[in-house]
């Protein structure tokens, strides 16, 4: 009884010592998903601050054409006589709403 019971003891301290070691294990893996964790949220970061644009005015380079033809259409000058109107007198509708304006 007594040899059963030192064999028995020596298996508790193999599974205890098991058990330490899966106690780290588990520390370890822990401690990666504390990192992974870490880095999603400094990836949410990123996406978050880059999905907003700058507000402002455009810059006269990089204007895309959407926005070009705003700028220049409304402008008489640009729009070439035809046989009805050789002449064109009548200023376009932005120019005379914003001299109303004023």
């Given at each position: 009884?007594?040899?059963?019971?030192?064999?028995?003891?020596?298996?508790?301290?193999?599974?205890?010592?098991?058990?330490?070691?899966?106690?780290?294990?588990?520390?370890?893996?822990?401690?990666?998903?504390?990192?992974?964790?870490?880095e999603?949220?400094?990836?949410?970061?990123?996406?978050?601050?880059?999905?907003?644009?700058?507000?402002?005015?455009?810059?006269a380079?990089?204007?895309?054409?959407?926005?070009?033809?705003?700028?220049?259409?409304?402008?008489?000058?640009?729009?070439p006589?035809?046989?009805?109107k050789k002449?064109?007198?009548?200023?376009?509708?932005?120019?005379?709403?914003?001299?109303?304006?004023?």
């Amino acid at each position: 009884t007594a040899r059963e019971c030192t064999a028995t003891a020596r298996e508790c301290t193999a599974t205890a010592r098991e058990c330490t070691a899966t106690a780290r294990e588990c520390t370890a893996t822990a401690r990666e998903c504390t990192a992974t964790a870490r880095e999603c949220t400094a990836t949410a970061r990123e996406c978050t601050v880059t999905r907003y644009s700058v507000r402002g005015r455009l810059s006269a380079c990089t204007t895309p054409m959407r926005l070009q033809a705003k700028t220049w259409a409304h402008f008489p000058i640009h729009i070439p006589p035809t046989e009805k109107k050789k002449k064109i007198l009548q200023k376009g509708v932005l120019c005379a709403t914003q001299e109303e304006k004023v």
